[in-house]
């Protein structure tokens, strides 16, 4: 990917692309992690399906229905690329992270031998005492669809514990629990590359070295990596890679499933209904290969369009380019709270300035005696937004026995100047508290 030297600054430069700004000038949006802005390239793109196509994909033999399937399966290639993902891959469109893990979940529940030529232990399908392999930092999307199937099928989760301090992922905890593991099939081990409350990014290859070795499958949570770094599938080699493109300056509601295409085809399907058919007889029909046998029903096209816009974007700006600039804003960030009474959750400011923990623009904090939320609402008043709450990360908040915590998060948008409107707000959520308690 070439590099624009002229971008490295971004911030405040791009903000013309972002119609947001416009209508909100004032406004300091540090919640990126939960849903970013969106370029106007990508409404664009949006609007020229609704008011240029509009038609549906696949199905019409006409040429705006070839031409509009031809952009939406265009997209499709830009994914794989964007994500280096080899001929081995496909990409299945999914409302988003969530419902990717569901489909991956549902799947494996109705599966009974069809993985077991890819994956040993896999004959049968999950059964009473097999584990699934997850850790206590993971989103809720992440837990609570294995809960469901565990319920259905009596395989059990474990979880990898946090280290208390940072809330990394325990290592220690995790080559203990390897030998706890020992006579179990591990049938599934599924993990965030990076952490939506602490912005800590893993090394996933012991991990997957683990995998490998137990014949699991194993899945990546790329929600909070995709949008921050370069993705290469091709050296990872997960089984799975899920994410969502509202996190990626893309729309909501359009997500994606990558996964390794022989597993696939092999698994039994999800939703049923229009595209994912061949044929279809009063007893029992047949399926549609991948990816159509996956993605039942008209799909989100204007969101899939907004999807390939937003993936234009960044390769436009650099990934590079991103994640230098959120370094910057992030350590800015961490200097200036560090130097107000606050309290991070996740990797100390050395700890981060000296790479000991890679970080992407995510920094989670608390002040001692103010409820987050009370923070959240004052610091709105200040026009700074920020998210306050669990984070879809209760396990993490109990292994820190917190109800809350603040979370700025930062991207490409975001400027120094959003930094000192936090540190003012925070200044007088202070102030104010300091005096309303005396
Ligand atoms: N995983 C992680 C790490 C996340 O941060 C999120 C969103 N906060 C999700 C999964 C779920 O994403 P979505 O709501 O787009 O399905």
Redesign the pocket.
């Known amino acids: 990917m070439t590099e624009n030297k002229e971008l490295t600054q971004l911030g405040k430069n791009i903000r013309k692309d972002f119609p947001f700004y416009k209508n909100n000038p004032n406004i300091s949006y540090l919640d990126s ?2 849903t970013s802005l969106v370029p106007r390239d990508v409404i664009n793109k949006i609007i020229y399906y609704y008011e240029s196509l509009g038609v549906s994909v696949h199905r019409g033999v006409y040429q705006l229905a070839a031409k509009t399937s031809e952009i939406y399966e265009d997209a499709r290639k830009k994914i794989k690329h964007f994500l280096s993902a080899g001929s081995e891959y496909e990409i299945i469109f999914t ?5 990717a893990i569901n489909l991956i979940a549902y799947s494996f529940e109705k599966a009974k031998d069809e993985l077991n030529e890819l994956f040993s232990g896999w004959k049968g399908g999950l059964k009473t005492g097999d584990i699934v392999l997850i850790s206590e930092s ?2 809720h ?2 837990i609570i669809p294995w809960q469901i199937i565990s319920e259905r099928t009596g395989i059990k989760i474990k979880y990898i514990p946090i280290v208390k301090e940072t809330g990394a992922l325990d290592i220690t905890a995790f080559n203990k629990i390897k030998n706890d593991l020992d006579d179990k099939d591990v049938k599934i081990i599924s993990l ?1 590359q ?3 409350v602490t912005g800590i990014v893993y090394d996933l290859k012991p991990f997957i070295s683990y995998a490998r070795e137990k014949g699991s499958v194993f899945i990546v ?1 790329g ?2 990596s995709v949008c921050h770094q370069k993705i290469n599938l091709s050296d990872l080699s997960p089984d799975f890679f899920v994410f ?1 493109a ?2 990626m300056l893309g729309p909501k509601g359009i ?1 994606a499933l990558c996964g390794k295409k022989e597993i696939l085809n092999k698994m039994p399907v999800f939703l049923g209904g229009g595209d994912m058919i061949l044929s279809v007889n009063k007893e029992k029909s047949t399926y549609n290969e991948i990816p159509y046998k996956f993605e039942a029903g008209t799909p989100n096209i204007s969101a899939v369009f907004g999807f390939s816009a937003a993936i234009d974007y960044l390769e436009k700006i650099g990934l590079q380019n991103i994640s230098d600039w959120e370094k910057k804003l992030t350590l800015y960030a961490m200097e200036k709270l560090s130097e107000i009474n606050i309290q991070f959750f996740g990797p100390s400011l050395e700890q981060v300035k000296s790479n000991e923990f890679k970080k992407v623009g995510v920094v989670s904090f608390g002040i001692n005696g103010i409820h987050p939320h009370d923070i959240g609402t004052l610091l709105d008043e200040n026009n700074v937004c920020i998210r306050v709450g669990h ?2 990360c209760q396990l993490l908040m109990k292994a820190w026995d917190v109800p809350a915590t603040c979370r700025a998060s930062f991207y490409l948008y975001n400027d120094f100047e959003d930094v000192d409107n936090l540190i003012n707000g925070l200044r007088k959520t202070i102030e104010f508290f300091g005096t309303h308690n005396s």
């Not at 409302?95 to 419902?99: D, S």
């Open positions: 992690a939960a409302r988003n992270t969530t419902e993971e989103h999307s992440n965030a990076v952490s939506n949570d929600a909070q969502s509202h996190k997500g984070h879809c």
